[in-house]
């Protein structure tokens, strides 16, 4: 905690949160939590209520052009909501990102619109961006080896995201056990220096953004983080996850690539001209 003592920004946060308020005095360091939501009507209601209020300056809720109630129930809780022609995961994981840097955040904290992470996880996360060390958190679900089995992931993918996170942590040399969940603090600095163009609306966006940091050099940081894996919570089939699986091998291919100097789209470091001013 050295680090946010002596940080006047993080230590305007850090008290900020042991007083269970937001209302940082001084220079704002401003956290947004970002909701995105596709077809969750039935769970989005459960999975807001459940998030500790108390650590955000403001929560946004993103409606990726559902077809179900997700909207209408979302417009009831109170936040800002935005909603747009559908996209897939990436697209609007992206649009809220847009939406949250425009509000000034500095750290956006994605919180799955289907409940899915514990909430719970939250105050550990703010904790650790408050230190100042990260310019991008993940959670992982495998920081304690057998909890994702405890917590009822399936063997099939209990191995696949063992496997794959060996190889990843080999090719982009960052020290994560996990690179493939959803719970996620992006910090400006991430987004600024890596950009979001050129970059997937599907879910393999969520694994070219931790390879954009590592491509970068980004501080990239981890804490455990649980899951539930009731029924209501499935996304992706089996066929998509092969086809994630492949274009994450591909993602990785480019990357060594990109390290020996031939051009690529996604892995650039130039400051990113989309990137709304605070
Ligand atoms: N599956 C899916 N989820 C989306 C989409 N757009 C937004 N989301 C939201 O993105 C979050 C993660 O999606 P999900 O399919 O549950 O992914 P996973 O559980 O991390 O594999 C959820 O809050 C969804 O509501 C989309 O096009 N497809
Ligand atoms: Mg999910």
Redesign the pocket.
């Known amino acids: 905690m050295s680090d946010s003592n002596s940080n006047p920004r993080f230590a305007t946060v850090a008290s900020a949160v042991s007083n269970g308020t937001n209302s940082f005095s001084g220079e704002k360091l401003k956290v947004v939590g970002m909701?995105?939501?596709?077809?969750?009507a039935h769970l989005?209601k459960k999975?807001y209520e459940q998030v500790p209020k108390e650590y955000f300056d403001s929560i946004i809720i993103?409606d990726?052009g559902s077809t179900d109630d997700?909207l209408k129930v979302a417009q009831t809780l109170g936040v800002k909501v935005f909603t747009h022609p559908?996209?897939?995961?990436g697209?609007?994981?992206k649009y809220a990102i847009r939406k949250a840097l425009l509000l000034g955040a500095d750290y956006m904290i994605e919180?799955?619109?289907?409940g899915?992470y514990d909430p719970g996880n939250i105050p550990d996360a703010i904790a650790k961006i408050q230190t100042g060390q990260y310019d991008f958190l993940l959670g992982s679900r495998f920081t304690s080896l057998l909890q994702p089995l405890r917590d009822k992931m399936s063997l099939v993918r209990y191995l696949a995201n063992l496997g794959m996170s060996f190889i990843d942590r080999l090719v982009l040399r960052i020290p994560l056990t996990e690179f493939h969940?959803?719970f996620r603090v992006y910090s400006r600095r991430l987004i600024e220096t890596v950009g979001l163009e050129d970059t997937s609306d599907?879910?393999l966006f969520?694994f070219q953004i931790i390879a954009k940091a590592a491509f970068a050099k980004l501080r990239v940081g981890e804490i455990p983080v649980r899951c539930n894996y009731g029924d209501e919570?499935?996304?992706?089939n089996l066929r998509r996850s092969v086809v994630y699986a492949v274009l994450t091998f591909g993602v990785l291919a480019e990357f060594l690539l990109a390290k020996l100097g031939f051009p690529s789209k996604i892995f650039r470091t130039a400051k990113a001209p989309e990137v709304p001013a605070r």
């Open positions: 909701i995105p939501a596709y077809n969750c989005i999975a993103v990726d997700t559908h996209s897939g995961y697209g609007n994981i919180i799955h619109g289907d899915q969940q959803g599907d879910h969520s919570h499935t996304s992706i």
